[in-house]
C-alpha cells in the first residue's frame, strides 16, 4: 500500500516538469529576431501593437499584431500575447473569444509567408474572409497578389 508521500511526489515532480518546459518555451522566446522591436517580450509585443496602422477591424487587428509580433519578436511570443490577451479579457470587462484566437493563429501563418506590411495586411483580410486557408493557399495567394501589386 502506497502513503500520501507518493502521491505529493509524483504531484511535485508533475509541476516541476510543467514549469521547466514552460520555462524552457519562454527562453526560446527570447532568441532575438532580426529587427526585434524591444528587449523583453511584452516590450516587443506592445512595441508590434503600437505600430499597428489605423482603419483596421478587430479581427485584422489581431491577425496583423499576430503576424508582427511572430516577425519582430517571435513565433511563441505571439502565441503567448494572443492567448495573454483574451485570458486578460475573460477576467476583465474585455470581449474575449475564440474568434481573436482564429485570427491571430491566421496572423502567425500569414508571417510566414511574407514580410512586406501591405502583403501581411492583404493576407490577414483575405484568409479572414476566405475561412481557414493552409500555408500553401495562403502563400499561393500572396505570390499571385504580389505579382499584380496593390
Known sequence: MHDGGDALRCTVAARIGIWTVC???GLAGC???????????VGC?????????AGLTDP???CVAS???????????????GWGKEIEDAFSHGDASWEDL??????????????APDALIA???????AGDLTEEELADWIAVHSRLGP
Do not use: M, N, Y
Not at 482564429?102 to 514580410?115: L, Q
Not at 493576407?123 to 474572409?129: E, K, P, S, Y
Open 60 to 62: 485584422e487587428k489581431h
Open 67 to 81: 503576424a508582427g509580433i511572430t516577425q519582430r519578436c517571435s513565433r511563441f511570443e505571439a502565441w503567448l500575447a
Open 102 to 115: 482564429d485570427a491571430d493563429h491566421i496572423g502567425r501563418r500569414c508571417a510566414s509567408t511574407h514580410d
Open 45 to 53: 509585443a506592445k512595441a508590434v501593437v503600437a505600430a499597428l496602422p
Open 23 to 25: 520555462l524552457l518555451l
Open 123 to 129: 493576407c490577414c483580410r483575405h484568409a479572414l474572409t
Open 31 to 41: 532568441a532575438s529576431a532580426p529587427e526585434r522591436a524591444a528587449p523583453s517580450p
